[in-house]
C-alpha cells in the first residue's frame, strides 16, 4: 500500500519519532503548484485594480506590479512544492494515525482511532483535477479539531476509511 | 398556575401558562426600548411636543405590551412523571417533548427583578445542544423547585427501581462540598485586585475636565488655606506615594466588590449528575455543571493568595455543542474562589480527580525554555544600535531595561512551567506571577501534537501539545528535548485506546 520512505529534515537527522513515514501521492506537488499560481493570479489581479483605483498612476506603473508578482509567482510556485511534499507524511498504526507536516514549524498530530468523531474524503475542484482527495479527521479536541491529510488518491483514502472505520467497529462492545 | 400536581404517567398535557408575571417582567424589560428610547429619537428628529412624545411613549408600550401578553398567553407546559412538555409559539406552533432521560438536570438561576417577584427562570440542562429547548421564563421558584425534584426523582428511580414507592418523599439534601462566608468572601475580593474602577474613574475624570477639574480643587483648597501647590512640588515622593496607595485602596474595593456582587453565598452541592453551584447578589445563578463534561481540573493563585496559602479551584468544563444556554457550563467554571489546600484537595477527590503533586516531584521546563525566549529578544538590540548611531541614548537605554527584566522573568517562569506524567494522569504548571496547574485525566486526551519551530530544531527541544475537549487551546508542555516527547506520545495516547464519553 505504500513505500516506508524517511523524511529527513535538514540536519540530516530521522525527523519522525517512530519509524518510517508514507508519503503523499506525488500529484499533490502538482496540484498544490497549482492553487499557488491561482493564487498568484488572483494576487496580481487585486494588486492591479488597487493601483488603478487608489495609488496615483504613476507611483507603481502597471508593468512593475505584473514582474513583481511574476517574479513572486516563479519563486514560489517552483521552489515551495516539492519542499512542502517533502516535509509531509503519515502513518497508520494498529489503532492510531500520525499526520506530520511543515518544515520550518513542523507539527506530528497523532490521532487515536479511537477519538475520532467522524470522518470525511473531501474532494475540492483542483483535487478533484489532479484525481486526489482529503481525508478530515474530526475529533473532539479544540485544539486539533480537524485533522486533514491531504493528497491521497480516492483508492487509498477509501482504505484508510475502511481501516479506521474496522478499528473504530471491533472496539465497539 | 394552582395545579401544580403533575399529571398522571403517560404523555403530558402543556396546560400551565408561565407566571403572569412573566408579562409584567416582559413590560418592565421593554420600558428602555419601547418606552424612552424610540420615543426620545422620534421626539429629538420630529419635534413633536414634549407631550406628543409621552403619548408616542405610550403608544409604543402599549403595542409591545401586547405582545408580551401573546407571548405569554401562547406559551403553556406542563410536565408528568417522565417527560416535560412546553406549546410555544404565535403563528407557528411547536410542540416539544423532552424525556427526564434526556435530561442531566435542572438550573435555576433569578435576577434581581426575578427575585423581587418571587420568580425564576429555569432551563433544562441536557447531554447534547441545549439551546433554549426548556427554558421556563419564568415560573414560581416553587414550581421550579418542584420540576427539579422531578427530574431527580426520576433518576434516582432509575438507579433504583424498586425505590418506586418512595416517589412522594422528597429527595435527601445534597451533600454540601464547600460554602463561603461572607467574610470569605470579602477576602477573595480583596485577593481579586482589580483596576477596573481605576479606569472608569479616570475616563470620567476626562470626560467632564471641563465642568470639574483638579485643577479647580487645587484652587479651592489653596484658597482656604494652605498652599497644596507648594507643598505638592517639596513633598512629591509623599504625594506619588500618596496616589499609589490611593490607587491600589480603589483596586482592592472593586475587587472585593466584584467578588460581593458575584460570590455572594456561594455553595457547593454534590448532586447526582454533577455539582451545582449557587452563587450571586443580585443575580442569582444556580447551576449544574456535570460530572461526565468535566476535561481538566484547575488550580489557580496570584502571588498575594499563594503568600497566605489560598488557592483558588476550577474545572475545565466540556459544555454542549456550542448553543449559547450550554456555554453557562462550558469552558472554565470557577468552584472554589478562595479554597485552603485541604478543601481544594477534598474537593478534588469528590470530582474524582487527584491532588496535584509536590513542587519538586515534577520536572521543569529546565534551560531551553529560557533560552529559546532570550534568542527572541535578540531584535531587541536594533534600538540599541540605532540609538548609539543616532546618539539617542533613551532608546538604547529602554532596550537595555527590557532585556535585562526579561532575564529573570523568563528564567523564573522556565523554572515554573513543570509536569508530571503517571499512569492516569498529567499535571502541567504554568505561570510565575499567576500560577495554574492543570490537571488532566489521561482519558480526557483527544490528540497529541508534537510542534517544533525554527529555532526550537536548532535547540534540539519540542512543544507536546495535548488537545483536550472543550479546552480553548491545548494543554502544552513547552520546550521538552525532542526525545522526550516523542517518548510521551504513546503513554499519552494509550489511555484514548479505549473510548470514553
Not at chain 1, 51 to 75: E, G, M, Q, S
Not at chain 2, 398 to 412: C, E, K, R
Request: hydrophobic share 50%; glycine share 8%.
Amino acid at each position: 500500500m505504500n513505500e516506508a520512505v524517511i523524511i529527513s529534515d535538514d540536519d540530516g537527522q530521522p525527523g519522525i519519532t517512530e519509524g518510517p513515514l508514507s508519503r503523499l501521492d506525488p500529484r499533490y506537488k502538482g496540484a498544490y503548484r497549482f492553487m499557488l499560481i491561482l493564487g498568484c493570479v488572483a494576487l496580481w489581479a487585486v494588486a492591479s485594480v488597487a493601483n488603478y483605483l487608489f495609488l496615483p498612476p504613476d507611483l507603481l506603473p502597471w508593468k512593475a506590479i505584473t514582474a513583481l508578482c511574476a517574479v513572486a509567482l516563479l519563486l514560489t510556485a517552483i521552489i515551495y512544492p516539492p519542499r512542502r511534499y517533502a516535509a509531509m507524511g503519515y502513518r497508520v498504526d494498529e489503532d492510531a494515525i500520525l499526520i506530520a507536516r511543515g518544515r520550518m514549524f513542523r507539527s506530528e498530530t497523532l490521532v487515536p482511532f479511537a477519538r475520532i468523531q467522524h470522518l470525511d474524503i473531501q474532494r475540492g475542484p483542483i483535487e478533484r483535477l489532479f484525481k486526489l482527495s482529503s481525508l478530515h479527521l474530526s475529533t473532539a479536541g479544540s485544539r486539533h479539531g480537524i485533522v486533514v491529510l491531504p493528497g491521497l488518491p480516492p483508492h487509498k483514502a477509501g482504505v484508510l476509511r475502511a481501516i479506521i472505520r474496522n478499528s473504530i467497529q471491533r472496539e465497539q462492545p | 398556575m394552582t395545579d401544580m400536581a403533575p399529571a398522571a404517567s403517560g404523555s403530558a398535557i402543556a396546560r400551565q401558562h408561565l407566571s403572569p408575571l412573566t408579562i409584567l417582567i416582559g413590560v418592565i424589560r421593554n420600558i428602555p426600548q419601547f418606552g424612552i428610547f424610540i420615543p426620545a429619537i422620534i421626539w429629538g428628529t420630529a419635534r413633536f411636543s414634549f407631550g406628543m412624545a409621552l403619548l408616542v411613549a405610550l403608544g409604543t408600550l402599549t403595542i409591545s405590551s401586547i405582545f408580551v401578553y401573546l407571548r405569554w398567553n401562547s406559551f403553556r407546559f406542563g410536565y408528568d412523571d417522565d417527560e416535560l412538555v412546553i406549546h410555544s409559539g404565535l403563528i407557528a406552533t411547536n410542540r416539544r417533548a423532552i424525556p427526564f432521560d434526556r435530561i442531566f438536570d435542572v438550573n435555576i438561576e433569578q435576577d434581581l427583578l426575578h427575585r423581587i417577584l418571587g420568580v425564576a427562570k429555569m432551563s433544562v440542562e441536557t447531554g447534547a445542544s441545549g439551546g433554549d429547548e426548556g427554558e421556563l421564563n419564568a415560573i414560581t421558584l416553587k414550581q421550579a423547585e418542584a420540576i427539579r425534584d422531578a427530574v431527580r426523582r426520576y433518576r434516582a428511580g432509575l438507579r433504583s427501581p424498586q425505590a418506586d414507592g418512595d416517589r412522594d418523599a422528597a429527595p435527601a439534601a445534597d451533600p454540601v462540598l464547600y460554602a463561603m462566608t461572607p467574610g470569605r468572601v470579602v477576602l477573595s475580593g480583596m485577593f481579586s485586585f482589580s483596576l477596573i474602577l481605576v479606569a472608569i474613574i479616570g475616563g470620567i475624570l476626562n470626560r467632564v475636565d471641563n465642568a470639574f477639574s483638579v485643577t479647580r480643587v487645587i484652587d479651592v483648597i489653596e484658597s482656604r488655606g494652605p498652599n497644596l501647590r507648594a507643598y505638592i512640588a517639596t513633598h512629591l515622593l509623599m504625594a506619588m506615594i500618596g496616589i499609589v496607595a490611593i490607587i491600589m485602596l480603589i483596586g482592592v474595593l472593586s475587587g472585593i466588590i466584584r467578588s460581593i456582587l458575584t460570590d455572594w453565598g456561594f455553595t457547593l452541592t454534590r448532586g447526582e449528575t454533577g455539582v451545582r453551584r449557587v452563587r450571586g447578589l443580585f443575580t442569582r445563578t444556580d447551576t449544574v455543571i456535570p460530572f461526565k463534561r468535566i476535561q481538566t481540573g484547575l488550580i489557580l493563585s496570584g502571588p498575594v493568595r499563594r503568600t497566605f496559602g489560598w488557592l483558588r479551584v476550577a474545572v475545565q468544563s466540556m459544555g454542549g455543542a456550542g448553543q449559547d444556554e450550554d456555554r453557562r457550563s462550558a469552558g472554565q467554571q470557577v468552584l472554589m474562589p478562595l479554597a485552603n489546600p485541604s478543601e481544594a484537595d477534598a474537593l478534588l477527590h469528590a470530582l474524582g480527580l487527584v491532588a496535584p503533586p509536590a513542587q519538586g516531584a515534577m520536572q521543569s521546563a529546565g534551560l531551553v525554555y529560557f533560552l529559546r525566549r532570550m534568542i527572541w529578544m535578540i531584535p531587541a538590540i536594533i534600538p540599541i544600535i540605532i540609538g548609539m548611531v543616532l546618539d539617542e541614548p533613551r532608546w538604547g537605554a529602554i532596550a537595555i531595561a527590557l532585556i535585562l527584566l526579561s532575564i529573570p522573568v523568563w528564567w523564573i517562569s522556565g523554572r515554573q512551567h513543570r509536569f508530571l506524567l503517571t499512569s492516569d494522569w498529567l499535571f502541567v504548571q504554568n505561570g510565575w506571577w499567576k500560577r495554574r496547574m492543570v490537571i488532566l485525566p489521561l482519558s480526557k486526551v483527544q490528540t497529541v501534537s508534537i510542534d517544533t519551530g525554527p529555532i526550537q530544531r536548532r535547540l534540539g527541544s519540542t512543544t507536546l501539545n495535548i488537545g483536550v475537549a472543550g479546552v480553548r487551546g491545548a494543554v502544552a508542555i513547552m520546550d521538552l528535548p525532542r526525545q522526550a516527547a516523542c517518548d510521551l506520545m504513546l503513554p499519552l495516547a494509550a489511555r484514548a485506546r479505549t473510548t470514553v464519553f
